[in-house]
């Protein structure tokens, strides 16, 4: 299967600060990626949708102003918290669809905690 | 508007004590119904695919299985290391990629 690889893999942050997690596809190019929020005891909910070379699509209630996301290139999309807040504490999980649409692969995620 | 629910939250089997998960929906247009395991503080591994009714996929110790309205996953003789949580998610509707996830269901094997 696909191999999607995340960067940190956790990070303790200050409040006020921002932090940026990268999404990597390693061994296929995806011009599509996707961003989830996973909180404790709760399924992942998409935050937003990662298009290479045109502008992210953001669900419902997701600020984008707080949540900056850059797809660089056909392999590697980062999501930037600005200005993190505790409430920004979770476990932010990206994923890519593959090369045959056939499901979507996910990274092994990002555990941020906000001071 | 759409909607997945899996049933149970948890489950805890003994070792070999075969049982099924169920994920029923409720979507305008199924494009696709995924079946994930997820361990603790890790991502989603991806199990399964099914796109029609009818439609059953084997993996190991695991089997799924789709209807118009649900879609079960079966564990037969279950191991310790079958523990996880199982998520649904579904697509539908003309926008690719916008996976709706059920709740989940945690399983645990004791030996």
């Known amino acids: 299967g696909a191999v999607v690889s995340q960067h940190p893999s956790w990070v303790i942050c200050k409040s006020g600060t921002s932090v940026k997690i990268e999404c990597r596809s390693l061994d296929f190019q995806a011009t599509t990626m996707f961003w989830y929020r996973q909180f404790p005891k709760q399924s992942l909910m998409l935050m937003a949708t990662s298009n290479e070379g045109s502008k992210a699509t953001y669900e419902q209630g997701v600020e984008k102003d707080k949540f900056l996301i850059n797809h660089a290139s056909l392999t590697l999309s980062t999501l930037t918290v600005t200005s993190a807040h505790p409430e920004d504490s979770s476990f932010y999980i990206c994923?890519?669809?593959?090369?045959?649409?056939?499901?979507?692969?996910f990274g092994p995620g990002t555990r941020l905690l906000v001071l | 508007e759409d909607q997945v629910t899996q049933s149970p939250e948890a489950l805890r089997l003994q070792e070999g004590e075969s049982s099924s998960l169920n994920c029923s929906y409720t979507?305008?247009?199924?494009?696709?119904l995924f079946w994930y395991r997820q361990d603790p503080g890790k991502g989603p591994e991806f199990l399964f695919t099914?796109?029609?009714a009818g439609e059953e996929k084997e993996k190991e110790r695991l089997k799924a299985t789709l209807t118009k309205k649900e879609s079960f996953l079966h564990i037969t003789a279950p191991k310790p290391e079958d523990s996880a949580t199982y998520l649904c998610a579904v697509q539908a509707g003309v926008r690719w990629g916008k996976l709706q996830f059920g709740a989940g269901t945690q399983v645990v094997v004791t030996p």
């Open positions: 979507v305008s247009g199924l494009r696709g």
């Open positions: 994923s890519a669809p593959g090369a045959f649409q056939e499901t979507q692969y």
């Open positions: 099914l796109y029609s």
